[in-house]
């Protein structure tokens, strides 16, 4: 009979008694949940950049915000399917679509590149991606789930298990008194 040694060195998740109930994670998963929100700020800062300055990726040279482009206009007016593309058609040339989409991109990138304002990262990232899931239904590969709901999923268990924590200022942040006073900026 063989025995399998037991490994004690590695500790529960265990949950912290201050109130917060931030989970207590290995080493090696907080570094694997930074890298994971880095990646995913990433994702967030990129399309700013692109859209600001149209590099020719997803935005044509010359098309950027700042050439006079509309980083919008070209999804809601002609990427939209389903039962609320008419919706996202309507929101074409509204002078607060574009710069709202903007902040967006920038502040969920940036939250989350940083790891700071990681509840406002995940709730408004998952909003932003919920829209842009509604903006194509049904699915194309999948009649409900695609990469923009794991997206969500994803943003919000990174706020729960406070990724900004490693890698990340989120524990100097969680230390401002704005922080304190008002938990929802953490």
């Not at 300055?53 to 990427?79: E, I, R, S």
């Not at 509604?134 to 994803?154: F, Q, R």
Request: proline fraction near 7%; aromatic fraction near 12%; glycine fraction near 14%.
């Amino acid at each position: 009979m063989t025995t399998t040694p037991h490994r004690h060195d590695l500790p529960a998740p265990a949950m912290e008694p201050d109130g917060d109930r931030h989970l207590i994670v290995t080493t090696a998963a907080g570094r694997a949940l930074a890298v994971l929100r880095i990646a995913f700020g990433l994702t967030f800062l990129w399309p700013f950049f692109d859209k600001l300055f149209g590099f020719g990726y997803a935005t044509p040279a010359g098309k950027g915000w700042v050439d006079g482009g509309d980083p919008t206009a070209g999804f809601l007016g002609k990427g939209t399917s389903g039962p609320l593309a008419d919706f996202y058609q309507s929101l074409v040339g509204d002078w607060w679509v574009t710069p709202l989409f903007m902040v967006a991109l920038a502040g969920i990138g940036l939250a989350l590149t940083l790891g700071i304002g990681m509840r406002i990262a995940a709730v408004s990232g998952s909003l932003l991606y919920l829209m842009m899931w509604s903006a194509n239904l049904p699915p194309e590969n999948n009649p409900v789930l695609d990469e923009h709901i794991l997206g969500a999923i994803t943003l919000v268990v990174l706020a729960l298990v406070a990724a900004g924590n490693v890698w990340g200022l989120g524990g100097w942040w969680g230390k401002l008194d704005i922080v304190g006073r008002y938990p929802w900026l953490r």
